[in-house]
T-cell receptor, first 110, second 114 residues
Framework: KAGVTQTPRYLIKTRGQQVTLSCSPISGHRSVSWYQQTPGQGLQFLFE???????NKGNFPGRFSGRQFSNSRSEMNVSTLELGDSALYLCASSGGTEAFFGQGTRLTVV | AQSVSQHNHHVILSEAASLELGCNYS??????LFWYVQYPGQHLQLLLKYFSGDPLVKGIKGFEAEFIKSKFSFNLRKPSVQWSDTAEYFCAVTMTGTASKLTFGTGTRLQVTL
């Protein structure tokens, strides 16, 4: 059974640009969540999508957005990048009471 | 807002020593609790979870955790650690009844020496 796949693994962007990260969940899972991991703030919940609808949202500014497609694949977008957005972005898929995490996308903003 | 505290940031143990990592959460309602492990260079993996029932939960690789509601705690234990247990351990809580919207602790780095 294939795990959670995140692409790309690494990204370098310039301040002010926007970026789109992709997540393919485990087959059959309808819930996809996104987390930001930084040394200073740790792991923080961004949002969750379930059957193409945002079901839960964390405390991040509106520059962070996401969507989910009918095949459950999800994308996360960050607009007007700031230096502080540099982080490891993790995607997790779930079929119920267990979340399976991907390897993450490491975003560096310069 | 709910929060999770892991008081031990860095723990160093010799092989065969016993392990207990503390986890306390702040929310007084119904919670679901998790312990995740992140081995060097790998993704987060679930060690164990508590949703209801027996407060003593057994997980993978010989780990267990005890949910003590009166103390808002969910400490992780292992009777005898191995070198391969060297990793970062995260406690997490959610109120959603699922595995989404997890609030994580800051993590405990465990180093096991031979």
């Amino acid at each position: 059974k294939a795990g959670v796949t995140q692409t790309p693994r690494y990204l370098i962007k310039t301040r002010g640009q926007q970026v789109t990260l992709s997540c393919s969940p485990i087959s059959g899972h309808r819930s996809v969540s996104w987390y930001q991991q930084t040394p200073g703030q740790g792991l923080q919940f961004l949002f969750e999508y379930f059957s193409e609808t945002q079901r839960n949202k964390g405390n991040f500014p509106g520059r962070f957005s996401g969507r989910q497609f009918s095949n459950s694949r999800s994308e996360m977008n960050v607009s007007t990048l700031e230096l502080g957005d540099s982080a490891l972005y993790l995607c997790a898929s779930s079929g119920g009471t267990e979340a399976f995490f991907g390897q993450g996308t490491r975003l560096t903003v310069v | 807002a709910q929060s999770v505290s892991q008081h031990n940031h860095h723990v160093i143990l010799s092989e065969a020593a016993s392990l207990e990592l503390g986890c306390n959460y702040s929310y007084g309602g119904t919670v679901n609790l998790f312990w995740y492990v992140q081995y060097p260079g790998q993704h987060l993996q679930l060690l164990l979870k508590y949703f209801s029932g027996d407060p003593l939960v057994k997980g993978i690789k010989g780990f267990e955790a005890e949910f003590i509601k009166s103390k808002f705690s969910f400490n992780l234990r292992k009777p005898s650690v191995q070198w391969s247990d060297t990793a970062e351990y995260f406690c997490a809580v959610t109120m959603t009844g699922t595995a989404s919207k997890l609030t994580f602790g800051t993590g405990t780095r465990l180093q096991v020496t031979l």
